[in-house]
């Protein structure tokens, strides 16, 4: 056995890289383990998967691919002398990983079957636009658990805190502590509601008198600046616009067969 790069396609991740038939080769065998044949169609299976991961198609490749199907294959047939199949848990994982291929392979079929047109995709990408707003704002936040400690905060900076100081020692957001709690520009759309509520009150410079409770947890916000929002062009999200359509139909889709269904 030949232990190369290419030798990190397994069988059991084929399922989340593809579902359709693939070449023509079909038929044929690529070789046989004991007298139970590999078919060429398997080959063709880890080879499509293997140059979608982006590695190049080569005989070098395919020959690795080969060797390590003959492999699988004779550690399949061990564990099923070894009456590993009809152990419980395998054959629950093995139902599991059926069901997970069958519902990709439906998701692909109608994620194939229902394309979406331009008027759908120029409607959706407005829509998200208008969502966006005209400005973008440059903000930072401390983070804290309670109310009392974001008062605290509020009394410190008041005082002459440094904002940038406080939210590297006490902010609990890890992404943006160490950036003195600096979270970039971004539309006020993306923040939860009382985030993006206070944020727009704010003018440049200012910080919230209050503190701020969202989901996460109570918030100090200062804004540092604010401009003109510059909206990506259509032809830019085009792709993003489908796939942000195509997942709501199906989400639809989902939800009205789970409507239908008998559960008991």
């Known amino acids: 056995m030949r232990l190369t790069k290419f030798l990190c396609v397994p069988l059991a991740v084929l399922g989340f890289v593809c579902t359709t038939p693939l070449s023509a080769q079909g038929g044929g065998t690529v070789a046989k383990v004991n007298g139970i044949a590999i078919p060429q169609s398997r080959l063709d299976l880890v080879i ?35 009456g590993l199949d009809r152990n419980p848990d395998v054959v629950t994982q093995i139902d599991l990983a059926r069901q997970g291929i069958l519902i990709r392979a439906y998701q692909a079929d109608f994620m194939r079957n229902n394309p979406v047109s331009d008027d759908e995709l120029r409607k959706e990408y407005e829509s998200v636009k208008s969502q966006m707003g005209d400005k973008e704002y440059k903000a930072r936040h401390i983070l804290v658990e309670t109310e009392q400690e974001a008062k ?48 727009t009150k704010l003018k440049k410079g200012e910080t919230t008198s209050q503190p701020v409770q969202t989901p996460f947890g109570w918030h100090v916000i200062r804004l540092d600046d604010v401009r003109t929002a510059v909206p990506p062009s259509f032809d830019e999200v085009k792709q993003n616009m489908q796939q942000r359509v195509l997942q709501r139909k199906f989400a639809a889709v989902v939800e009205s067969l789970r409507k239908n269904a008998k559960v008991e």
């Not at 699988?72 to 564990?79: M, S």
């Not at 940038?164 to 003195?180: M, V």
């Open 48 to 82: 499509k998967a293997a140059t979608a991961q982006g590695q190049p198609d080569s005989a070098e490749m395919r020959n690795a691919l080969r060797e390590n199907l003959i492999t699988e294959e004779v550690l399949t047939q061990e564990a099923i002398k070894k």
């Open 152 to 199: 605290d905060l509020v009394a410190s900076l008041k005082k002459g805190g440094v904002f940038e100081k406080l939210a590297g020692e006490r902010s609990i957001d890890t992404g943006s502590k160490s950036n003195g709690g600096e979270l970039g520009w971004s539309s006020a759309a993306v923040y939860v509601k009382p985030f993006s509520d206070a944020l």
